[in-house]
Nanobody, 116 residues
Framework: QAQLVESGGGLVQPGGSLRLSCAAS????????MNWYRQTPGKERELVAS????????NYEDSVKGRFTISRDNAKNMVYLQMNSLKPEDTAVYYC?????????WGQGTQVTVSS
């Protein structure tokens, strides 16, 4: 059974950093592009960052470019999101997503709160 488990969320002050991790199991990790999404109450889930199967291609939502870095370790079936210079507007539940059309898997989400 496919499973994605996020960790690393929490409360951080503006300007601080967090590193989110996502552990994948139950599917062939290297066949899937990996994505981080985030969602706040009343808003649609938005794509924050993506990484290709080999890690050679990454893409970012404009508001996080230069601050967030997505990476993956195919030997460990892990994907990461390093978040620096965090802002209050980054506050959201962050979700790990694996996609290899038509197959898709989601994690349960981890809360990130940026507040002083």
């Amino acid at each position: 059974q496919a499973q994605l488990v996020e960790s690393g969320g929490g409360l951080v002050q503006p300007g601080g950093s967090l590193r989110l991790s996502c552990a994948a199991s139950g599917f062939t990790f290297t066949r899937y592009a990996m994505n981080w999404y985030r969602q706040t109450p009343g808003k649609e889930r938005e794509l924050v960052a993506s990484i290709s199967q080999t890690g050679g291609i990454t893409n970012y939502e404009d508001s996080v470019k230069g601050r967030f870095t997505i990476s993956r370790d195919n030997a460990k079936n892990m994907v990461y999101l390093q978040m620096n210079s965090l802002k209050p507007e980054d506050t959201a539940v962050y979700y790990c997503n694996a996609r290899s059309w038509p197959s898709e898997h989601w994690g349960q989400g981890t809360q990130v709160t940026v507040s002083s």
